[in-house]
């Protein structure tokens, strides 16, 4: 499409609204405010009636790519489709007209909801305690790590190191060192996975935790987990375990049970939240019994029949969030988890693996496959032999734009070099898989035969392949 701006509507004298005749005196605007703020000339905003206003964004919203209009392989971010009931829910009148400073006995309801999502996530992950404080999984992620660093201050044990694979997500670094830890990155293993004299190797004294995620960002299953978790305990560390990649694993295995001591949820991406751009996100911690004591204040208890808020934390290492969290959030997740239940959760589970298996089994004739290991809810491929043949992987998640296809990740995670990681969840059906296979397929035999037209992709969409090294070094900040 190539729709105008607003201002290309504009027309001299057009208006989109009709208002009543001025029945009071007119003060002007000189009686509120300081002369030097008001205009000498009226604003040159453009002239447009309604109907122009409505075409015009209902154009520039068909111009946007969101998972109403298809699959979104995003690896590693779940993007996936979230059912329309749980926004119907988190809008119900009587939730969203609630205000935190209300009075306990007021809003028994409410504190009932979030408690049973409490007890849910508890269960699904094998956790003692939750809060449902944190914003968001990396917001979790510091909460996590801030807890951590707190169990051993009070211990009066100096551990300041946190190791972290070389296959983690982004976030497990940043948020250790946010917390004041020194990172330490262990090698993976010919398989993708953590190497456990790599792992024996780092761990000491001063090693307060090992951030994992399980599956791990390749999608695979960490074999070793129970030996890492020995490693781990025996040396007097923690294990912190990144719920990412929550979807793979939904009632067929708990963090809990593989001897993780911290968790945080990424409620946003498991248990069907609108994510990125689609809004806010919601990333409650769960920890082990010994742990309890150092989640953020207030904690949600229960007495009898009564809910209520729990100040008294004198060693907790306070808030983290303004009031209680991310309340629609928990809404939408609260929602989902009851409407599927725990037979539901696992199908979901089953869906996502069987759906991220049969496209790798599709496409690993065509695209590498650095590693053989079962993969679950997703996979990732190298488009090595491609650019041995003239086109990047980034040409290729470009050329996916010509075909209405939204591209996966690429370039992560970076122990694989022009990486694909596909994620295509648990709603998309079997001929949403094919479609997007027999694209990539596609892509694959135009670089084989015209590499350039890959090359300089895309051709179709309303912006065509931009300049990016200039991009880069000579960004235009104007307008």
Not at 314 to 331: C, D, R, T
Not at 338 to 358: C, F, H, I, P
Not at 362 to 387: A, C, D, T
Not at 442 to 468: C, F, G, M, W, Y
Request: with cysteine; glycine share 8%; net charge negative.
């Amino acid at each position: 499409m190539t729709e105008p701006l607003i201002k290309d509507y504009s027309s001299p004298g057009r208006k989109g609204y009709s208002l009543p005749e001025l029945d009071v005196p007119d003060s002007g605007l000189d009686e509120f405010l300081n002369s030097e703020f008001i205009r000498e000339s009226p604003a040159a905003l453009p002239e447009v009636s309604e109907v122009d206003v409505v075409r015009h964004y209902t154009a520039l919203s068909q111009e946007n790519y969101g998972v109403d209009s298809g699959i979104y392989p995003l690896g590693s971010c779940t993007m996936k489709y979230n059912p329309k009931i749980n926004e119907d829910i988190a809008r119900l009148e009587k939730l969203i007209r609630l205000h935190p400073y209300q009075d306990e006995e007021l809003i028994q309801g409410s504190l009932e909801i979030l408690y049973e999502l409490k007890e849910y996530l508890a269960e699904i992950s094998g956790m003692d305690e939750i809060t449902l404080q944190p914003a968001s999984g990396a917001h979790g992620e510091l909460t996590g790590m801030m807890i951590i660093k707190k169990y051993f201050e009070e211990k009066g044990e100096e551990r300041t190191r946190v190791i972290v694979p070389d296959s983690a997500h982004g976030t497990n670094p940043a948020s250790a060192a946010m917390a004041g830890f020194e990172v330490i990155e262990i090698a993976s293993n010919e398989k993708g996975m953590i190497d456990l004299d790599n792992l024996r190797e780092a761990v000491d004294e001063r090693v307060a935790a090992l951030m994992l995620t399980n599956p791990n960002t390749l999608g695979i299953f960490e074999e070793d987990i129970l030996e890492i978790a020995s490693i781990i305990h025996q040396a007097g560390g923690l294990l912190y375990y990144d719920g990412a990649n929550m979807n793979a694993i939904m009632g067929y295995v708990r963090p809990g049970d593989m001897n993780f001591d911290v968790l945080h949820f990424n409620l946003h991406k498991t248990f069907s939240t609108p994510h990125g751009g689609g809004g806010p996100g919601s990333g409650p911690v769960g920890v082990k019994k010994f742990l309890a004591p150092y989640l953020p204040r207030p904690v949600l208890k229960k007495e009898g029949d009564f809910y209520y808020w729990d100040y008294d934390r004198p060693h907790s290492i306070g808030k983290v969030h303004a009031f209680y969290g991310n309340y629609a959030v928990m809404l939408k997740a609260y929602s989902y988890i009851r409407a599927l239940g725990a037979r539901g959760l696992k199908e979901a589970t089953e869906n996502a693996v069987l759906n991220a298996n049969y496209m790798k089994a599709r496409l690993k004739e065509v695209y590498e496959l650095p590693y053989e290991e079962n993969s679950l809810h997703e996979f990732v491929l190298s488009g090595s032999r491609q650019k041995e043949k003239g086109a990047s992987t980034l040409n290729i998640a470009k050329r996916l734009l010509d075909y209405g296809q939204y591209a996966p990740t690429i370039y992560f995670p970076l122990v694989v070099k022009e990486a694909l990681m596909i994620e295509p969840t648990e709603t998309e059906n079997i001929s949403t898989l094919d479609k997007f296979v027999e694209t990539m397929i596609n892509i694959s035999r135009e670089i084989e035969e015209e590499p350039d037209l890959v090359k300089n992709a895309p051709h179709n969409t309303t912006v065509r392949k931009l300049d990016e090294v200039k991009a880069a070094r000579n960004p235009d900040l104007r307008w």
